[in-house]
């Protein structure tokens, strides 16, 4: 047996730095204030760790900046496409794939095909965008996680598995004629970066088979869902986590991917799909909205650093090392006494900020509180996953979201474990203070996607 060692380290060197925004408690304080206490109009440059998402946020290797060199600009039929596109054919096994300059991208023009009024898409969970795409069409977005996923303390090995028992019974219910597609989201970004198993997901393609449902993967974090089944599920121990990968997308007829995350890109995405009538559709909102189909709204030098990224991805190196300092974080946070989302996810850990700060009602926003927190204290940027972000507010009544969390999303190769270190000194020095906390108003918001631009203000003391 090769030794193990406790030390968690990079599996990388340095070759580019970037300085990190210092700035004093003052400057935090003058900052956030103009940004209506709302951490998406911060300047980037005031931020010193930058944790509001794992998005876009990689540092792309040696390879990727080199495979952008190779980059061919061709309008129509590039060599960069076809070189992308086997690198998705051999990852997923589906045949028809059309690039797109981000997720979301892929959303809008998948829920433009299949959606519709009367319709309802079933999902584990909805990622916000993905939902937002899917109501816009005038159709109904369905989650049906497991129970377990909402105990956030109790830390089981699939909490990002759909409920199979719920799926069947709402089949049941509305009829499959009325259901378009089943959503499989991996990992579970809405609650808790969790992972869904290899069984759950061969159950539910198989009750979406039976149905004639098409089951699709959002791919977004589909890398760190495979390495946790490796080492969570049994019997998948010694399979090299590709071979995993690739079996969870063969229980599904197409997926929709950010790139931005497992792709380890700044920018991308693609909808890789085995229905060819779906793609004729869809290759007309492309051409409409994205561009030619060989290129999708990208450069030709985005679909190589996408296709090395995608390969890059699956070093196991990487995910061992990327996985253990996630859930060093998670270990220290909780040695703080912060509660987290048990266990942590595969891309980031989210503090359960209802328990954390229980002395804040939702409708004064416990989750964007501690954000602030964490903010003026040190720089540091988070997202809540709250009723900021899922709240109601229908005239003049608001309902909260069933969770106030505050993820803290770690960007892939961009920080090292002395980052972490230090936002777990963080966290200890908050912790001890968090009686002296104030919650937030709602002073301005949208009735879409509103945690992106709303201004709030501290709640008068
Ligand atoms: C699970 C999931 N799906 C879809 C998206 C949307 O992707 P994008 O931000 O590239 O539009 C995200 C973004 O964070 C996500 O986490």
Redesign the pocket.
């Known amino acids: 047996m090769p030794r193990t060692w406790n030390t968690i380290i990079e599996p990388f060197k340095i070759k580019a730095v970037e300085p990190l925004g210092f700035t004093t408690r003052r400057e935090r304080e003058r900052a956030l204030k103009e940004a209506g206490y709302n951490v998406f109009a911060l300047p980037a440059d005031k931020v010193l760790i930058d944790l509001l998402?794992d998005?876009?946020t990689s540092a792309m290797s040696a390879e990727q900046w080199a495979a952008l060199m190779r980059g061919d600009e061709s309008y129509a039929g590039a060599r960069s496409f076809y070189a992308f596109e086997k690198v998705v054919r051999d990852l997923t096994g589906y045949s028809y794939v059309l690039p797109v300059h981000?997720?979301?991208?892929a959303?809008r023009i998948l829920m433009s095909v299949i959606g519709g009024p009367g319709k309802t898409v079933i999902a584990n969970s909805h990622?916000d965008?993905?939902r937002a795409n899917v109501e816009v069409t005038g159709a109904a977005a369905l989650d049906l996680p497991v129970a377990e996923a909402w105990d956030f303390g109790h830390a089981a090995p699939f909490k990002g598995d759909m409920d199979v028992a719920a799926l069947k019974a709402k089949i049941a219910e509305i009829g499959a004629s009325r259901i378009p597609m089943i959503v499989m989201?991996l990992t579970n970004?809405s609650l808790g970066g969790q992972p869904a198993s290899m069984r759950n997901l061969r159950e539910v393609s198989a009750v979406a088979r039976r149905h004639k449902i098409p089951l699709i993967i959002?791919a977004?974090?589909f890398a760190e869902n495979a390495f946790l089944i490796k080492k969570r599920e049994p019997g998948f121990s010694h399979r090299p986590v590709r071979d995993i990968a690739r079996e969870m997308f063969s229980y599904a007829s197409g997926c929709m991917m950010?790139a931005?995350?497992d792709a380890l890109v700044n920018i991308g995405?693609f909808l890789a799909l085995n229905d060819a009538q779906w793609v004729a559709k869809a290759r007309e909102v492309l051409i409409l909205g994205e561009g030619f189909p060989t290129y999708g709204g990208l450069a030709g030098r985005d679909l190589e650093a996408m296709a090395v990224g995608l390969v890059e991805v699956l070093d196991e190196a990487y995910l061992t090392y990327r996985l253990r300092s996630i859930e060093d974080l998670g270990e220290g946070l909780r040695s703080c006494g912060v509660p987290i989302v048990e266990p942590p996810g595969g891309h980031a850990v989210y503090v359960n900020a209802k328990e954390f700060l229980a002395r804040i009602p939702p409708d004064r926003y416990p989750g964007q509180a501690l954000v602030c927190e964490l903010y003026l204290t040190a720089g540091i940027r988070a997202v809540e996953i709250g009723s900021l972000m899922f709240g109601r507010r229908r005239g003049g009544r608001f309902e909260p979201a069933p969770m106030e969390l505050v993820r803290l999303a770690i960007p892939r190769r961009v920080y090292t474990q002395s980052h972490i270190d230090f936002v777990i000194e963080v966290f200890s020095d908050i912790a001890a203070r968090r009686d002296r906390i104030r919650g937030l108003r709602l002073v301005e918001s949208s009735p879409t996607l509103s945690h992106f631009t709303a201004r709030l203000a501290p709640e008068r003391s």
């Open positions: 998402t998005s876009g981000q997720g979301r991208a959303e990622f965008t993905t989201t970004n959002d977004a974090r950010s931005k995350k995405g």
